[in-house]
């Protein structure tokens, strides 16, 4: 159990284009998502904290109109990064929470974004 | 505020030998604390996690750690290592739901 899914598991795309990704918890209803960023040999850096239909929390740093997020069910979760730029590749991470569990989170295979 | 400190950014082990990844934290309050494991263009998976109680922790694939609160550690251990353990390992703690990363340790397995 507790499965979470991202689709797709790798993209590329052009500069100025928008990227969506979706992340999916499979068999359990999940009220929170997170999303990470992970530059290669680094750690997971959090991005947003998602709550079922509400406006995502975004980290400092984090610009809320370059990464949408959107969190319209207990199993979907959407991260779109508009307008990518060669410095928006990365490799992007969701994780989901469903709060059964305290503190446990289940993580996504990841998606690796390549903006040319 | 929580942070986490893994020492080694790379740890070098030949084959069957014993594994230990170290992991210090700091917390204001109890830790959750937990180890994960990331193989290349993977997610993370969860190895084990420390919340109440046994302060030694079982993991999956032979994997423990132990709780010293004394020393603010959660050291990783496996008494033989194996090939396919050859990965990156974050430590991590959490005071409520949101958990922050130590930068990871990755494990060279020599054959």
């Known amino acids: 159990g507790a499965v979470v899914s991202q689709h797709p598991s790798w993209v590329i795309c052009k500069s100025g284009t928008s990227v969506k990704i979706e992340c999916r918890s499979l068999?359990?209803?999940?009220?929170?998502m997170f999303w990470y960023r992970q530059f290669p040999k680094q750690s997971l850096m959090l991005m947003a904290t998602s709550n079922e239909g509400s406006k995502a929390t975004y980290e400092q740093g984090v610009e809320k109109d370059k990464f949408l997020i959107n969190h319209a069910s207990l199993t979907l979760s959407t991260l779109t990064v508009t307008s990518a730029h060669p410095e928006d590749s990365s490799f992007y991470i969701c994780?989901?929470?469903?709060?059964?569990?305290?503190?446990?989170?289940?993580f996504g295979p990841g998606t690796r974004l390549t903006v040319l | 505020a929580q942070s986490v400190t893994q020492l080694g950014s790379h740890v070098s082990v030949s084959e069957g030998a014993l594994v230990l990844l170290r992991c210090n934290y700091s917390?204001?309050?109890?830790?959750?604390l937990f180890w994960y494991v990331q193989y290349p263009n993977q997610g993370l998976q969860l190895l084990l996690k420390y919340t109440t109680g046994a302060t030694l922790v079982k993991g999956i694939n032979g994997f423990e750690a132990e709780f010293k609160k004394s020393e603010t550690s959660f050291h990783l251990t496996k008494p033989s290592a194996h090939m396919s353990d050859a990965a990156e390992y974050f430590c991590?703690?959490?005071?409520?739901?949101?958990?922050?990363f130590g930068r990871g340790t990755s494990l060279i397995v020599h054959p």
């Open positions: 991590a703690v959490s005071e409520d739901y949101i958990p922050t």
């Open positions: 917390s204001s309050v109890p830790p959750y």
């Open positions: 068999d359990f209803q999940a009220t929170t």
């Open positions: 994780s989901a929470s469903s709060g059964m569990i305290k503190n446990e989170q289940f």
